[in-house]
Nanobody
Framework: QVQLVESGGDLVQAGGSLRLSCAAS????????MGWYRQAPGNQRELVAT???????NYADSVKGRFTISRDNAKNTAYLQMNSLKPEDTAVYYC???????????????WGQGTQVTVSS
């Protein structure tokens, strides 16, 4: 079994900062790409940022220059540093990862349960 657990969501004023964490646990051999997605009420889930195992990153245009994705491979953890937050960043943020599992020795895609980020104006 593998789990992704997000944390760090909160209520913050516009212009503020938050740092989200996503910790993977279980029978993990290695983690390939990790990413953050978000879903606001009435909207589809959208990509925020991704990071490969070697550290290459990709961002949605709406967060470039404000958000930074990083990871600690030794801790099987990804982070999302969010600065200059705007009310339109309000959403549930989900972690996603491609994980090679021990045992079956196959790669599966996993989602976390989500963490709420609310930005007040």
């Amino acid at each position: 079994q593998v789990q992704l657990v997000e944390s760090g969501g909160d209520l913050v004023q516009a212009g503020g900062s938050l740092r989200l964490s996503c910790a993977a646990s279980g029978s993990i051999a290695s983690i390939n790409a990790m990413g953050w997605y978000r879903q606001a009420p009435g909207n589809q889930r959208e990509l925020v940022a991704t990071i490969t195992s070697s550290g290459n990153t990709n961002y949605a245009d709406s967060v470039k220059g404000r958000f930074t994705i990083s990871r600690d491979n030794a801790k099987n953890t990804a982070y999302l540093q969010m600065n200059s937050l705007k009310p339109e960043d309000t959403a549930v943020y989900y972690c996603n990862a491609d994980i090679l599992r021990r045992g079956p020795w196959r790669t599966f895609n996993y989602w976390g349960q989500g963490t709420q980020v609310t930005v007040s104006s």
